[in-house]
């Protein structure tokens, strides 16, 4: 079945250690998001790739980095991760303009 | 800029009961709109989108959505709910043409037996 996959599942890492987290498609989607969503809260968007071009959200903090080497993979990074980073990070796949995204099932990222 | 407005943050209902999830948005230019749903630690999944047409929407698991532009409302509905429907949902809405989405916080349905 095409999807959304997102490695890992589950990431612990310690304050201001480096953590990348992934996310690969199927489906052969042009455009790829990355969502942060704390507890009880709409995902908020972090950044998306409409093909090769990144487009950053206003407000997304400078720790937070992206990569898409291909169509099929997008990565996340956290270069020095803090407590407020934990939170779900969802990945999400998109035909274009105007069409439903797809999401991952996400990465539940703890801070210690 | 777009914006959406979830009234309820929580709807108690009871199995077998109907249920209408409300949802405004605001923006100044014609819009997409659309419901998710999100079981504890997953990731969301479409209920149903409008993009243009018959202004009465029907999704997956019995769900079903009445997009007003004259309220700009986009309120989800199911006649009948079950247990299995416990989750939080979003409702959101994006600009014709564009790529991104603006999210409401979140209702979250809990169907109690």
């Known amino acids: 079945d095409a999807m959304v996959i997102q490695n890992p599942r589950y990431q612990v890492t310690q304050f201001g250690k480096p953590v990348t987290l992934s996310c690969s498609q199927t489906?052969?989607?042009?455009?790829m998001y990355w969502y942060q969503q704390k507890s009880s809260q709409a995902p908020k968007l972090l950044f998306h790739?409409?093909?090769?071009?990144?487009?950053n959200e206003a407000d997304t903090p400078d720790n937070f980095q992206s990569r898409r080497p291909n169509t099929s993979f997008c990565f996340l990074d956290i270069r020095s991760p803090g407590l407020g980073d934990a939170a779900m990070y969802l990945c999400?796949?998109?035909?274009?303009?105007?069409?439903?995204?797809?999401f991952g099932p996400g990465t539940r990222l703890t801070v210690t | 800029a777009q914006s959406v407005t979830q009234l309820d943050s929580q709807v108690p209902v009871f199995e077998e009961a109907p249920v209408e999830l409300r949802c405004n948005y605001s923006?100044?230019?014609?819009?997409?709109l659309f419901w998710y749903v999100q079981y504890p630690n997953q990731g969301l999944q479409l209920l149903l989108k409008?993009?243009?047409?018959?202004?009465l929407v029907k999704g997956i698991n019995g769900f079903e959505a009445e997009f007003n532009k004259s309220q700009t409302s986009f309120h989800l509905r199911k006649p009948s709910v079950h247990i299995s429907d416990t989750a939080e949902y979003f409702c959101?809405?994006?600009?014709?043409?564009?790529?991104?989405?603006?999210f409401g916080k979140g209702t979250m349905l809990l169907v109690s037996p």
């Open positions: 999400a796949t998109s035909i274009g303009q105007g069409y439903e995204q797809y």
């Open positions: 489906l052969n989607h042009n455009v």
């Open positions: 790739y409409y093909d090769k071009d990144f487009n």
């Open positions: 923006s100044s230019v014609s819009v997409y």
């Open positions: 409008y993009l243009s047409g018959s202004t």
């Open positions: 959101a809405v994006g600009p014709s043409g564009y790529s991104t989405l603006t």
